[in-house]
């Protein structure tokens, strides 16, 4: 479960859309490097925003790897635009959520919005924080002539845990 | 739709796609020499261009598909007399034409041009008298 990037699904309208959270939690090792304490400075905790991008693209990804039954090998080809705009500290909760925009058996494209949940007196607060927009290809499909193993090596038994953690059936 | 207007969409669509300046898009421009698009953008394009003039293209009918992969028109390295007859059938909108003289497999991408993109665009609508 090293890369995974997202803890659990919380929607998944097929073909549609799909929203993953995240929980930033001090215990993630990253977060004790981004960033340490330097001389005459304090430590300063926060979700690289590189690794944001990455659980957008698992979100994304699932979603459209669903959307083919999980048999084609969906790789990130391109990360069309990606702005975000606040950072997450830990104990907050990011939400990705994750719109199809475009599916053929090439590849997909997707459009994602991030928002923070934090924890206030008041009860949870939710703010937009980003959006990112992504290209997916189909792995088979577009380098025609290259080996790849038969299995599929995208969608992996960590893949298949979290659906089936989240209560999504897997396949 | 007039051949400008689909110039200046088209314009846009590539800006987004590729990040280049406006004015580096004219129609002679080649999309990978050029405007520095790799194989993934091709993709993107073609979805964007999907959007941006409600069409639908399919595959291999914009750029080509499996033919310059098919062992049957390649040799050395270079497409075959007949994989170059196959790619004027398929792709009516792009000038072989300098390609030709020179096949190389590697040397294909510098077909691919704003203004085939343009002549595309123009057929689909419907804009455009036949070539």
Known sequence: MRWMWIDRILELKPRERLVAIKTVSLSEEHLHDHFAAGPGSAALPIMPASLIIEGMAQSAGILVGHAGGFKEKVVLAKVNSAEITREALPGSTLRYTATMERFDTTGAATRGVVELIEQTSGGPVCTEIGRIDLMFSHLDQNLAGAEFPKHNFVFSDTFRTLLTTSGFEAW | ?131
């Open chain 2, 1 to 131: 739709m007039t051949r400008d207007e689909i110039l200046e969409k088209i314009r846009a669509v590539l800006v987004d796609a590729l990040g280049v300046d406006d004015d580096e898009v004219t129609e002679a421009a080649r999309l990978t020499t050029d405007l520095g698009a790799e194989s993934i953008d091709f993709l993107d394009i073609t979805f964007k261009l999907e959007q941006a003039f409600g069409i639908k293209i399919p595959q291999g009918e914009l750029f080509p598909d499996s033919t310059a992969q098919d062992p049957k028109f390649i040799q050395d390295g270079k497409v075959t007399e007949a994989g170059l007859a196959e790619m004027r059938r398929k792709l009516p909108h792009i000038d072989f034409s300098d390609f030709a003289r020179d096949p190389r497999l590697g040397q294909i991408g510098n077909v691919f041009t704003v203004g085939v993109l343009v002549k595309y665009v123009e057929r689909k609508l419907g804009a455009g008298a036949p070539a």
